[in-house]
């Protein structure tokens, strides 16, 4: 099975700040790696695809960038709405696997 | 719009059986691969399997800890997708997400759709 591993696993920031998460895997996936969102209470939502394309109506603060087996999602400047968990998953092969989270906390 | 929506959840007792449907709208069903994903209570996501359309002779995929104990299923006729839950384990016990791979080959098989989810207790 192919490994996700996140850090870090919690995060505080604030509003406006810039932050990265990053996911390793334990053997290379290219380039096939999805990122979610996921708020309290909630089903995720699909945030990039394919390491760093921008699923349709997701805003523009949001990048993901990598391959192989290093990725990051980098969300440039912080709003009220980003305080969530977040999750990688690799799409190369079964079983389909995530990564253990990141939870995104306000400082 | 696409809309999933998750029913069947609910308590099952150790070593017994639960059935969760999923009814599809907003998209053609029966071009689409399906998944199931549970999240344990404070936990991360964990993949169920997948079943893959008719084109792909509705073949299906589990993840290790189901293999054996759940079966997937679907009914393009009814837009529905079906995970009959046998053997229940406590470790069972999770929000089970109905979920959409975006397409059927491995660059798109992203979940770009998400139901809201329905909850099985496994608790004797």
């Known amino acids: 099975d192919i490994q996700l591993t996140q850090s870090p696993s919690f995060l505080s920031a604030s509003v406006g700040d810039r932050v990265t998460i990053t996911c390793r895997a334990s053997q290379d996936i290219s380039s096939s790696l999805a990122w979610y969102q996921q708020r309290p209470g909630k089903a995720p939502t699909l945030l990039i695809y394919a390491a760093s394309t921008l699923q349709s109506g997701v805003p523009s603060r949001f990048s993901g960038s990598g391959s192989g087996t290093g990725f990051t999602l980098t969300i440039s400047s912080l709003q009220p709405e980003d305080f969530a968990t977040y999750y990688c998953?690799?799409?190369?092969?079964?079983?389909?696997?995530f990564g253990q989270g990141t939870r995104l906390e306000m400082k | 719009e696409v809309l999933l929506v998750e029913s069947g959840g609910g308590l099952g007792q150790p070593g017994g059986s639960l059935r969760l449907s999923c009814v599809a709208s907003g998209f053609t069903f029966s071009d689409h691969y399906m998944d199931w994903v549970r999240q344990a209570p404070g936990k991360g996501l964990e993949w169920v399997g997948r079943?893959?359309?008719?084109?792909?002779?509705?073949?299906?995929e589990y993840a290790a800890s189901v293999k054996g104990r759940f079966i997937i299923s679907r009914d393009d006729s009814r837009n529905s997708l079906y995970l009959q839950m046998n053997i229940l384990k406590p470790e069972d016990t999770a929000v089970y997400y109905c979920?959409?791979?975006?397409?059927?080959?491995?660059?798109?098989?992203?979940?770009?759709?998400w139901g809201q989810g329905t909850l099985v207790t496994v608790s004797s």
């Open positions: 079943t893959r359309n008719k084109a792909n002779a509705y073949t299906t």
């Open positions: 979920v959409r791979p975006h397409s059927d080959t491995w660059s798109g098989s992203y979940f770009d759709s």
């Open positions: 998953q690799q799409l190369t092969s079964y079983p389909i696997t």
